[in-house]
């Protein structure tokens, strides 16, 4: 499967990004079908249909829950019915060698993403800073695809850098033609985040996830995009309030971004309460983000049992109002009624 994205050269990825990457990047999670582990396409599509609603730039497919035999399928879905609209994404290259980094590529080529999110390698063989580039740099060398970097806390890099970022390899990195920026995710430390700022961010497009800090990073670097997370939690179509703070961050319009972020203040703040505790330990509260979704106008639906592989908290009812309350706060009224979001949207229309 290809599109006029996915056909763009390694060499005008840079070009094509800077024009391309500006709003906000939504994950998409996938459909079940009620009380089950099959993917339901219909949901998928209607997903997509609101990220394009949204005015999101592009979505990444995150396949959490799915077996292995629909992973292919949910981005074969999302690119087809995004069509020229969105951009679509996924993860792939961080594997244990290059054959089979390489390989992962490939495959997210196949099926006509645009970029992907791309974890540096971290085994035994990629240990030094040198080592980790020539990693890197061969993966990425196998493929046209526009390459997103992840910057993340943990304990992998803390040799090279104490907040878990070789900011040296980025800088290696940044040079090739298909690397066009850097996801910054939301439990990166500030002063780790000005780091990568003012080393890389003249040469890649940065794409925090903590909506706070990105009027300090405006004045360190430009700044135009948000990137790959559940941008559903901090907005709606009629209240497009993280895509339009970030244009207006990007026409350097400071003081009118900071009048946005307030309006959506409520909706970030709980994001990062919901998150913190799970994400610190590498998960997300999967169940959580999908209502948040289903609150302004997704499909819902539970995910599989266990979907994840984390110990993840249940959305109690509790957690429920205290969602819409924040929406209602925000000047967003979030869907009903709750059935809907149990059975999926799509499903319970079916009756």
């Not at 459909?31 to 993917?39: E, H, I, N």
């Not at 992973?71 to 679509?88: C, H, K, S």
């Not at 993860?91 to 997210?108: H, N, Q, T």
Request: hydrophobic letters at 40%.
């Amino acid at each position: 499967m290809t599109t006029v994205a996915s056909r763009v050269t390694r060499a005008e990825r840079k070009d094509w990004a800077r024009e391309r990457f500006l709003g906000a990047e939504c994950s998409l999670l996938p459909s079940f079908k009620p009380g089950t582990a099959d993917l339901d396409e219909e949901g998928v599509r209607h997903d997509v249909r609101l990220g394009i609603r949204q005015g999101f730039y592009s979505m990444f497919c995150a396949g959490i829950g799915l077996k292995q035999e629909d992973r292919r399928r949910f981005v074969e879905i999302a690119v087809d019915e995004a069509g020229e609209q969105m951009l679509i994404s996924t993860g792939a290259g961080a594997r244990s060698s290059v054959a089979v980094a390489s390989e992962s590529l490939r495959e997210a080529q196949s099926t006509g993403v645009s970029h992907v999110m791309f974890g540096l390698p971290s085994g035994p063989d990629a240990r030094t800073e040198d080592e980790i580039y020539a990693f890197a740099r061969e993966v990425i060398d196998s493929t046209d695809l526009g390459i997103v970097l992840y910057a993340q806390r943990g304990e992998q890099f803390r040799h090279i850098h104490p907040g878990n970022v070789p900011l040296g390899v980025y800088e290696r990195l940044a040079e090739l033609p298909n690397v066009v920026g850097v996801k910054i995710t939301q439990v990166l430390d500030a002063v780790t985040t000005y780091e990568l700022c003012d080393r890389v961010g003249e040469k890649l497009l940065l794409g925090p996830v903590n909506l706070e800090h990105l009027p300090f990073i405006a004045s360190v670097c430009p700044v135009q995009c948000t990137m790959m997370w559940q941008v559903d939690a901090c907005q709606a179509p009629e209240q497009p309030y993280v895509v339009d703070y970030l244009k207006l961050l990007a026409q350097g319009r400071i003081d009118e971004a900071v009048g946005v972020y307030r309006r959506m203040e409520p909706l970030v703040q709980l994001f990062w309460d919901e998150q913190a505790a799970v994400l610190r330990e590498g998960g997300h509260p999967w169940a959580h983000l999908k209502y948040h979704t289903w609150c302004v106008g997704g499909n819902g639906g539970f995910l599989p049992e266990a979907a994840g592989g984390h110990d993840l908290p249940p959305l109690t009812g509790e957690d429920r109002q205290r969602i819409r309350e924040a929406y209602a706060r925000c000047g967003i009224t979030p869907r009903g009624p709750e059935a809907e979001f149990d059975a999926g949207r799509v499903s319970f229309g079916r009756g």
